[in-house]
T-cell receptor, first 116, second 110 residues
Framework: DAGITQSPRHKVTETGTPVTLRCHQT?????MYWYRQDPGHGLRLIHY???????DKGEVSDGYSVSRSKTEDFLLTLESATSSQTSVYFC???????????????FGPGTRLTVT | SQKIEQNSEALNIQEGKTATLTCNYTNYSPAYLQWYRQDPGRGPVFLLL?????KEKRKERLKVTFDTTLKQSLFHITASQPADSATYLC?????????FGTGTRLTVIP
């Protein structure tokens, strides 16, 4: 999985509790992304980062926050988990977003989150 | 908003035949289009990228076409094998990210 790890791989939590998912890369890629994947919706971007401390919202950012204090780590936080946030979460990295070589994204193994 | 449709949720094909998957999009003019493969329980894996000024791209048994007039990409797997069974996703470039289709689940029958 291109030097990308996600932790935890599985988590069950209760509604209203905070949850933090971690993505760690060893590729030194500038760009990092968090997606969620749900049946019928495909992969949808939550937040992305274009450098340390530089982040921006994606298509489905409500209820989520992110932080990137080091190049290699990108954290996704659900401040107060809801059942609608039950999903599989994928982290991805890329070297570039401008269409030069390295534009493709490499994905981690995913985290299955269940909110009861 | 942009809409990406992949022709069908599932496609079954006999081993040795050519599998053709379709990706259609609306309300958008991407400069690049990518195809990924996803196996159950795993993250997507990048396969091919094609630029808007490229009509066709090949990699081993894979071929991708990109028709910006029809707003369509076709993904072909020639001489298909059971090991090609997976879900295939197309993805279009946005300003700073990718927009993914929901995927087509391909099953190659021995």
């Amino acid at each position: 999985d291109a030097g990308i790890t996600q932790s935890p791989r599985h988590k069950v939590t209760e509604t209203g509790t905070p949850v933090t998912l971690r993505c760690h890369q060893t590729e030194n890629h500038r760009y990092m992304y968090w997606y969620r994947q749900d049946p019928g919706h495909g992969l949808r971007l939550i937040h992305y980062s274009y450098g340390v401390k530089d982040t921006d919202k994606g298509e489905v950012s409500d209820g989520y926050s992110v932080s990137r204090s080091k190049t290699e780590d990108f954290l996704l936080t659900l401040e107060s988990a809801t059942s609608s946030q039950t999903s599989v979460y994928f982290c991805a990295i890329s070297e570039s977003i401008s269409g030069t070589s390295g534009y493709e994204q490499y994905f981690g193994p995913g985290t299955r989150l269940t909110v009861t | 908003s942009q809409k990406i449709e992949q022709n069908s949720e599932a496609l079954n094909i006999q081993e040795g035949k050519t599998a053709t998957l379709t990706c259609n999009y609306t309300n958008y003019s991407p400069a690049y289009l990518q195809w990924y493969r996803q196996d159950p329980g795993r993250g997507p894996v990048f396969l091919l990228l094609i630029r808007e000024n490229e009509k066709e791209k090949r990699k081993e048994r894979l071929k991708v076409t990109f028709d910006t007039t029809l707003k369509q990409s076709l993904f072909h797997i020639t001489a298909s094998q059971p090991a090609d069974s997976a879900t295939y996703l197309c993805a279009l470039t946005g300003a700073n990210n990718l927009f993914f289709g929901t995927g087509t689940r391909l099953t190659v029958i021995p």
